[in-house]
């Protein structure tokens, strides 16, 4: 187990449980306690956990985002699977709206190389088309960023999404389940996702299969709104059955 997965590992642990002593997390990773403090330090330091002695609990309330930096570590591998299936919806031509967040950002390091026209919606996406031109038109939003993530939001980004009319809207997902439909963490965010589908012909969820069957604080729109989810084989089936039930194509990578 690498520093990344262990990483993840711990923080999972101890935002499901609560709280977690050095001692269970050194059986829990094979890692040595010494290892362990260390992790929870680095972990603390990003806002993923708070450290007290002996182990360390959760920071995070329900329903609350985990940090950027944490999620750009988990399911990483699902994630590039996901992005390649998604750019391959894309046909060469297309104007694309690309939300925010990690699996989107892997999006955008593919369209990046293709003959595509995007509106990224987050300022890491943004320098990803910006600090190696490819063939792929950039569009440049307004908004606010949000603090870390650099998710642009508010009036500027909302009249930007209002100005144009893309073939497609790629939307990340904090939360998605066929009861709830897309959900998110923060309200400012489901507004920009709610204006993106409105603003496109269609619309393509991407979410690994760890956010499926959850539901966040925000509603954006019901599953049978959003044309096509492209998701892992950690996806609940009983969750896919029932998004095709509702009329949204699934595609599995």
């Not at 002695?53 to 750009?72: D, K, M, S, V």
């Amino acid at each position: 187990m690498n520093t990344a997965e262990r990483h993840t590992l711990i923080a999972q642990t101890v935002r499901d449980a609560g709280s977690a002593t050095v001692l269970e997390l050194a059986h829990l990773t094979g890692a040595s306690e010494m290892t362990v403090r260390r992790d929870l330090d680095t972990l603390a330091a990003q806002g993923a956990l708070e450290r007290f002695r002996g182990g360390a609990r959760t920071l995070l309330l329900r329903g609350e985002e985990p940090p950027f930096a944490l999620r750009a570590r988990e399911a990483v591998d699902a994630k590039r699977r996901i992005a390649a299936g998604v750019s391959a919806l894309i046909a060469d031509g297309e104007s694309v709206l690309l939300d925010s967040g990690t699996t989107c950002l892997e999006v955008a390091r593919l369209l990046r190389e293709r003959p595509v026209t995007v509106m990224p919606l987050s300022l890491p996406a943004v320098h990803v088309f910006g600090d190696a031109p490819g063939p792929a038109t950039l569009l440049v939003p307004g908004g606010r960023p949000r603090a870390a993530e650099g998710a642009l939001t508010g009036p500027l980004a909302l009249a930007s999404i209002n100005a144009l009319r893309f073939d497609t809207a790629v939307l990340g997902c904090c939360a998605l389940s066929a009861a709830d439909g897309l959900t998110a963490y923060d309200l400012d965010d489901a507004t920009v996702k709610q204006a993106a589908m409105a603003a496109a012909r269609r619309t393509v969820v991407a979410a690994d299969g760890g956010k499926l069957g959850r539901t966040a604080f925000a509603r954006v729109a019901p599953a049978g709104s959003l044309h096509t989810l492209v998701t892992d084989g950690a996806a609940p089936a009983e969750e896919l059955a029932a998004f095709e039930a509702a009329g949204t194509a699934v595609v599995g990578v």
